[in-house]
Protein backbone atom coordinates (compact mmCIF):
# COMPACT_ATOMS: atom_id res chain seq x y z
CA UNK A 1 0.00 0.00 0.00
CA UNK A 2 2.58 2.38 0.57
CA UNK A 3 4.31 2.16 -2.67
CA UNK A 4 1.42 2.59 -4.20
CA UNK A 5 0.87 5.50 -2.21
CA UNK A 6 4.68 6.78 -3.59
CA UNK A 7 3.65 6.17 -7.11
CA UNK A 8 0.30 8.07 -6.67
CA UNK A 9 0.31 11.07 -8.85
CA UNK A 10 -2.71 12.02 -6.73
CA UNK A 11 -2.01 11.44 -2.91
CA UNK A 12 -3.69 14.16 -1.46
CA UNK A 13 -0.92 14.50 1.04
CA UNK A 14 2.94 15.75 1.80
CA UNK A 15 3.66 12.99 3.16
CA UNK A 16 4.04 10.01 0.58
CA UNK A 17 7.92 8.62 0.81
CA UNK A 18 7.20 5.43 2.20
CA UNK A 19 9.68 5.43 5.02
CA UNK A 20 8.11 8.38 6.32
CA UNK A 21 4.35 7.56 5.55
CA UNK A 22 4.82 4.18 7.61
CA UNK A 23 5.62 6.21 11.15
CA UNK A 24 3.53 9.56 10.32
CA UNK A 25 0.55 7.75 8.58
CA UNK A 26 0.79 3.80 9.54
CA UNK A 27 1.97 3.41 13.24
CA UNK A 28 -0.44 7.00 13.75
CA UNK A 29 -3.38 5.62 12.36
CA UNK A 30 -2.70 2.32 14.66
CA UNK A 31 -2.47 4.41 17.99
CA UNK A 32 -5.97 4.46 17.68
CA UNK A 33 -6.45 0.80 18.31
CA UNK A 34 -5.25 2.06 22.43
CA UNK A 35 -9.29 2.51 22.43
CA UNK A 36 -10.53 -1.09 22.64
CA UNK A 37 -13.91 -0.04 21.44
CA UNK A 38 -12.17 0.83 18.27
CA UNK A 39 -10.89 -2.73 17.92
CA UNK A 40 -13.49 -4.13 19.09
CA UNK A 41 -16.31 -2.17 16.26
CA UNK A 42 -17.72 -4.44 13.30
CA UNK A 43 -18.49 -1.47 11.32
CA UNK A 44 -16.41 1.30 11.37
CA UNK A 45 -16.57 5.12 9.79
CA UNK A 46 -13.73 6.65 8.53
CA UNK A 47 -14.97 10.18 8.54
CA UNK A 48 -13.35 12.78 6.14
CA UNK A 49 -11.04 10.51 4.86
CA UNK A 50 -9.15 11.94 2.68
CA UNK A 51 -6.07 10.13 1.67
CA UNK A 52 -7.26 6.80 3.50
CA UNK A 53 -5.68 7.32 6.98
CA UNK A 54 -6.67 5.24 9.69
CA UNK A 55 -9.12 3.86 7.66
CA UNK A 56 -7.31 2.21 5.19
CA UNK A 57 -4.87 0.85 8.11
CA UNK A 58 -7.62 0.05 10.33
CA UNK A 59 -9.18 -2.33 7.64
CA UNK A 60 -5.74 -4.12 7.17
CA UNK A 61 -5.59 -4.97 10.87
CA UNK A 62 -8.85 -5.11 11.60
CA UNK A 63 -10.20 -7.95 8.98
CA UNK A 64 -13.61 -8.92 10.74
CA UNK A 65 -14.24 -5.30 10.63
CA UNK A 66 -15.96 -3.12 7.82
CA UNK A 67 -14.89 0.34 7.41
CA UNK A 68 -16.52 2.74 4.99
CA UNK A 69 -13.60 5.98 4.14
CA UNK A 70 -16.48 8.48 3.72
CA UNK A 71 -15.10 11.71 1.34
CA UNK A 72 -16.67 14.24 -0.38
CA UNK A 73 -14.54 14.54 -2.88
CA UNK A 74 -14.17 12.57 -5.98
CA UNK A 75 -10.71 13.17 -6.52
CA UNK A 76 -10.12 11.77 -3.16
CA UNK A 77 -11.87 8.70 -3.21
CA UNK A 78 -10.76 7.78 -6.51
CA UNK A 79 -7.59 7.73 -4.41
CA UNK A 80 -8.63 5.52 -2.13
CA UNK A 81 -10.07 3.15 -4.90
CA UNK A 82 -6.65 3.01 -6.45
CA UNK A 83 -5.33 2.28 -2.82
CA UNK A 84 -7.96 0.17 -1.89
CA UNK A 85 -7.04 -2.01 -4.80
CA UNK A 86 -2.98 -1.88 -4.74
CA UNK A 87 -3.15 -3.41 -1.35
CA UNK A 88 -6.02 -6.32 -1.89
CA UNK A 89 -8.23 -4.63 1.26
CA UNK A 90 -11.39 -6.39 0.40
CA UNK A 91 -12.98 -4.90 3.71
CA UNK A 92 -13.33 -1.53 3.48
CA UNK A 93 -14.89 0.47 0.59
CA UNK A 94 -14.86 4.49 -0.23
CA UNK A 95 -18.28 6.25 0.23
CA UNK A 96 -18.20 9.50 -2.07
CA UNK A 97 -20.78 11.82 0.28
CA UNK A 98 -20.94 14.55 2.59
CA UNK A 99 -21.07 13.33 5.96
CA UNK A 100 -24.46 15.15 7.01
CA UNK A 101 -26.13 13.81 3.77
CA UNK A 102 -24.61 9.88 4.56
CA UNK A 103 -25.57 10.12 8.03
CA UNK A 104 -29.35 11.22 6.92
CA UNK A 105 -30.00 7.79 5.41
CA UNK A 106 -31.02 4.62 7.13
CA UNK A 107 -28.55 1.91 6.41
CA UNK A 108 -31.99 0.09 5.06
CA UNK A 109 -32.01 2.68 2.13
CA UNK A 110 -28.01 2.81 1.58
CA UNK A 111 -26.99 5.12 4.14
CA UNK A 112 -25.03 5.15 7.04
CA UNK A 113 -27.20 7.05 9.87
CA UNK A 114 -27.04 4.62 13.23
CA UNK A 115 -24.95 2.08 11.46
CA UNK A 116 -21.92 2.32 12.69
CA UNK A 117 -20.15 1.12 15.76
CA UNK A 118 -17.04 3.35 15.92
CA UNK A 119 -16.17 6.57 14.13
CA UNK A 120 -12.59 7.84 13.58
CA UNK A 121 -11.17 11.56 12.10
CA UNK A 122 -7.83 12.43 11.66
CA UNK A 123 -6.90 15.88 11.31
CA UNK A 124 -10.48 16.73 9.81
CA UNK A 125 -12.09 19.31 12.27
CA UNK A 126 -12.75 20.65 15.66
CA UNK A 127 -13.80 18.30 18.46
CA UNK A 128 -17.52 20.36 18.23
CA UNK A 129 -17.58 19.63 14.41
CA UNK A 130 -16.39 15.86 14.88
CA UNK A 131 -19.12 14.95 17.91
CA UNK A 132 -21.60 16.54 15.37
CA UNK A 133 -21.25 14.81 12.78
CA UNK A 134 -20.46 11.48 14.14
CA UNK A 135 -23.56 10.98 16.36
CA UNK A 136 -26.26 10.48 13.72
CA UNK A 137 -23.73 7.90 12.22
CA UNK A 138 -23.41 5.98 15.51
CA UNK A 139 -25.50 3.36 17.06
CA UNK A 140 -26.40 3.77 20.80
CA UNK A 141 -23.05 2.80 22.85
CA UNK A 142 -21.11 3.65 20.03
CA UNK A 143 -17.52 5.54 20.11
CA UNK A 144 -16.03 8.40 18.22
CA UNK A 145 -12.12 8.51 18.55
CA UNK A 146 -10.52 11.87 17.11
CA UNK A 147 -6.96 12.03 16.38
CA UNK A 148 -6.19 15.40 18.07
CA UNK A 149 -2.63 16.86 18.33
CA UNK A 150 -2.22 19.36 21.99
CA UNK A 151 -6.18 19.30 22.53
CA UNK A 152 -6.75 22.98 24.07
CA UNK A 153 -8.72 23.39 27.01
CA UNK A 154 -11.40 25.81 25.25
CA UNK A 155 -11.69 23.29 22.31
CA UNK A 156 -12.10 20.51 24.68
CA UNK A 157 -14.88 22.54 26.69
CA UNK A 158 -16.53 23.42 22.99
CA UNK A 159 -16.58 19.71 22.64
CA UNK A 160 -18.04 18.81 25.66
CA UNK A 161 -20.89 21.48 25.25
CA UNK A 162 -21.44 20.35 21.47
CA UNK A 163 -21.53 16.76 22.57
CA UNK A 164 -24.30 17.04 25.34
CA UNK A 165 -26.66 18.58 22.83
CA UNK A 166 -26.37 15.82 20.45
CA UNK A 167 -26.30 13.03 22.55
CA UNK A 168 -22.81 12.38 23.02
CA UNK A 169 -20.25 12.58 26.31
CA UNK A 170 -16.47 13.08 26.13
CA UNK A 171 -15.33 9.84 27.76
CA UNK A 172 -11.61 10.40 27.87
CA UNK A 173 -8.86 11.85 26.34
CA UNK A 174 -5.07 9.74 25.70
CA UNK A 175 -1.97 10.45 25.41
CA UNK A 176 -0.43 8.72 22.91
CA UNK A 177 3.04 7.87 21.46
CA UNK A 178 2.64 6.19 18.32
CA UNK A 179 6.37 6.78 16.62
CA UNK A 180 9.76 7.96 18.27
CA UNK A 181 9.70 11.85 18.36
CA UNK A 182 5.79 12.18 18.21
CA UNK A 183 5.00 14.72 20.20
CA UNK A 184 1.27 16.21 21.25
CA UNK A 185 -0.87 13.27 19.85
CA UNK A 186 -4.01 12.31 21.69
CA UNK A 187 -7.31 10.33 21.15
CA UNK A 188 -10.32 11.50 22.23
CA UNK A 189 -12.97 9.01 22.65
CA UNK A 190 -16.63 9.97 22.76
CA UNK A 191 -19.17 8.13 23.53
CA UNK A 192 -23.09 7.72 22.13
CA UNK A 193 -25.10 7.66 25.16
CA UNK A 194 -28.37 9.13 24.49
CA UNK A 195 -30.46 9.17 21.17
CA UNK A 196 -29.46 11.81 18.39
CA UNK A 197 -31.84 14.51 18.38
CA UNK A 198 -34.20 14.14 15.21
CA UNK A 199 -33.37 17.48 13.57
CA UNK A 200 -29.26 15.91 13.21
CA UNK A 201 -27.54 16.08 11.17
CA UNK A 202 -27.95 19.74 10.27
CA UNK A 203 -27.56 20.81 6.44
CA UNK A 204 -24.62 20.54 4.91
CA UNK A 205 -21.93 23.16 6.24
CA UNK A 206 -24.03 24.49 8.91
CA UNK A 207 -21.49 22.45 11.54
CA UNK A 208 -18.78 24.38 10.28
CA UNK A 209 -20.41 28.09 9.95
CA UNK A 210 -22.66 27.22 13.44
CA UNK A 211 -20.96 25.08 15.58
CA UNK A 212 -22.36 24.20 18.53
CA UNK A 213 -19.87 24.55 21.16
Known sequence: MLEALAAEPDPHTTISDP???RDLHVADSLSGLEVDDLGRARRIADMGAGPGFPGLVLAIALPGARVDLIESSGRKTAVIDRLLGAAKIHNARSVTARLEDWARVPPQLGG??????AATARALASLALLVEYAAPLLRPGGVLVAWKGALP?????QGRAAAARVGMEVEDVLRVVPFAGAENRR??????TAPTPERFPRRAGMAAKRPLG
Open 187 to 192: LAVVRK
Open 112 to 117: GREAYD
Open 19 to 21: ERA
Open 153 to 157: AAELD
